[in-house]
């Protein structure tokens, strides 16, 4: 990840304030040479000295989400991020060894404060194998693309046409299929977003000033008052492994008529420095074991989060074997345990082996559709390697669809990236969203996940009209300044469509005050009584969005259930506007279909991504 790491410097000089005053004393060519040299030399000049410390970031900044700056020269972004990733590319393609180029980098990261010594070394050298497989393989890859890839906007655009492709989708006329009518309903029970951290210490330091933090060596004195707490923590800190038992403990004692049960990824924890293969293997195996053990015969679907590889978030092609950079374990793991359990049968092996995503019918006229949306992700590097369809997912869900609309079936989408995030690739978001509104008829529900916030997705098609619904089912980890929550869905027994859902959780403040006691449970919600809403149609709910986007009372409400009722997060700074723009992020189209929302949008950008 030694260019993620340059790029958020690059992303440090756009936004922050001093450096945008003075953007133009410390050009690009002028920096990137003073690197070359350096990296070349070892040798610190003056005007090297002078530029690292005057680019050095605050240590209060270091973990924040840089793609939620918006403010600043955005097109300094990208001339400055082509500039630094092009001089080592250029360093690697003229024959610098990996390791050289690892050291210099490490050294970089850590004299521009972008984190410390350790994070820095463990990040890159984690990340370095990949990138330097992807550079050495594509000769024709340039520097505009990967930072096309990254920021992909209209000062940083992708405008290399091999990223510029489509699906094939069934244009023949819809044949709409009306189910036997009946007020039967069944439950479905959302779980997302674990982050199980294996080395959480209750008592640990809770501001520790890594990503990661609450964890075993962290805090050497045990004192003080940011300390991590028993059940968890609001600082930037994951899910202990008694807070996972309990939060399932709690559900199967309390939801004796789950149907099914969908996970919609993330069990290991966001410690992306010090990660391995070895270590997420045993994460994974111990929560759906413990899964499995809590929910007995009851069918489990589970989809895989960005956090799953090693590396997170790097998803390489299947015909990737070499042994320090494939997925092709990670998949065969998932396979053998979900088939293992007697959730899936063993026809979902070969897709799972594919790409880490299946399909499958519990039941005449209802089929699930589960999705490994993480390739999608700018962060994930093979997309410099695979830009077209990643693991030909995309196509295999259209056919699917296509089938399942022959079939004459409803249909659940799992997906852990939801549609609304701003990190996918935009083309493959857009082949998405026509697939989605092509076959709207039968897609009764999304459920995704990632954001851990409590948040929904309205996908509209051209027209504009509302096509379909994506819920996100918030997360069992409180990172950062949440409380955990899960979702219980009441679903039609014959069309498979929503009609409402509670959502259960606890407040951490008042959990972690005895540690002798279980956190206290409590149905915080349901959605229709909540916002008053004859049903949970996307007609309905875009209504609703029309009038609630006026109205103080409803953004109100939406952001208290947004932050899930969490104290630290009331009580930071969000005005109306802000509220606004947390509620537009529901709008989905691949056209700009809301001007009531347009405005809101361009002023704010809160990026939500984990």
């Not at 006329?173 to 009946?182: A, L, N």
């Amino acid at each position: 990840m030694w260019l993620t790491k340059l790029i958020l410097f690059v992303l440090f000089v756009a936004v922050n304030s001093s450096s945008i005053q003075y953007i133009n004393d410390v050009s690009v060519t002028s920096f990137s040479n003073e690197i070359g040299l350096w990296a070349l030399t070892d040798q610190e000049t003056v005007a090297f000295k002078q530029m690292i410390q005057y680019l050095r970031i605050p240590t209060e900044i270091q973990n924040n989400n840089w793609r939620s700056y918006n403010a600043g020269p955005d097109n300094a972004i990208c001339t400055i991020c082509r500039a630094i990733v092009k001089t080592f590319m250029d360093f690697r393609r003229k024959g610098m060894s990996e390791e050289k180029i690892k050291d210099s980098v490490i050294k970089l990261c850590v004299s521009l404060n972008i984190q410390k010594e350790p994070v820095c070394k463990g990040v890159i050298e984690l990340n370095m194998p990949t990138i330097i497989y992807i550079i050495d393989s594509k000769p024709n890859l340039t520097a505009d693309t990967i930072c096309g890839v990254i920021f992909e906007s209209k000062s940083c655009p992708l405008t290399n046409p091999e990223y510029e492709w489509s699906i094939g989708i069934s244009n023949s006329s819809v044949k709409p299929f009306v189910p036997k009518e009946t007020n039967e309903q069944l439950k479905v029970l959302q779980i997302t977003d674990f982050h199980y951290d294996p080395y959480y210490e209750p008592g640990g330091n809770s501001q520790c000033g890594e990503p990661l933090c609450c964890r075993k060596g962290q805090n050497q004195t045990n004192t003080g008052t940011s300390v991590a707490g028993y059940w968890g923590d609001y600082d930037s800190c994951d899910t202990p492994w008694n807070a996972i038992v309990d939060a399932l403990t709690h559900i199967k004692d309390t939801h004796h008529d789950i149907k099914y049960v969908y996970f919609t990824g993330d069990v290991i924890d966001h410690g992306v420095w010090e990660t391995s293969r070895e270590g997420n293997t045993k994460s994974l195996i111990e929560i759906y074991n413990k899964i499995h053990e809590m929910f007995g015969k009851v069918p489990v679907y589970p989809i895989l989060g960005n956090h799953e590889p090693n590396p997170l978030n790097q998803f390489a092609p299947k015909n990737i074997t070499l042994n320090n950079i494939t997925t092709n374990w990670l998949y065969k793991l998932i396979a053998d345990l979900w088939i293992g359990y007697g959730w899936l049968p063993e026809s979902t092996r070969s897709t799972i082996l594919q790409g880490g995503y299946y399909t499958v019918s519990p039941t005449k006229g209802f089929r699930i559709i589960a999705l490994n949306s993480n390739v999608c992700y700018c962060y994930n590097w093979w997309l410099w390697y695979t830009p077209r369809d990643p693991d030909n997912q995309l196509q295999w869900l259209s056919d699917t669809l296509l089938n399942a609309e022959k079939n004459q079936e409803f249909v659940h989408i799992l997906s852990h990236i939801p549609a609304n995030s701003n990190s996918c690739l935009k083309t493959w978001e857009r082949e998405y969203l026509k697939i989605i509104n092509r076959f709207s008829h039968l897609i009764k529900a999304e459920f995704n996940g990632h954001t851990h916030n409590d948040e929904m997705t309205i996908i509209y098609n051209s027209s504009p009209l509302p096509q379909n619904i994506a819920w996100n089912g918030g997360s069992i980890t409180t990172y950062s300044k949440l409380n955990p929550n899960y979702k219980v869905y009441n679903v039609n027994a014959s069309n498979y469509a929503v009609t409402d859902y509670q959502n259960w959780m606890y407040d951490l403040d008042s959990a972690n005050k005895d540690i002798h006691k279980r956190p206290t449970w409590f149905k915080s919600y349901s959605f229709k009584t909540e916002y008053g809403l004859p049903d949970l149609s996307a007609e309905s709910i875009n209504n609703w969005l029309h009038v609630a986007i006026n109205n103080e009372t409803l953004l109100n409400k939406y952001y208290v259930n947004f932050v899930k009722r969490a104290k630290p997060s009331l009580q930071r700074d969000c005005n109306l506007d802000c509220k606004k723009q947390h509620l537009c992020r529901a709008i989905v189209s691949t056209e700009n279909i809301n001007q009531f929302c347009s405005n809101t949008l361009n002023d704010y950008d809160i990026s939500l991504e984990k």
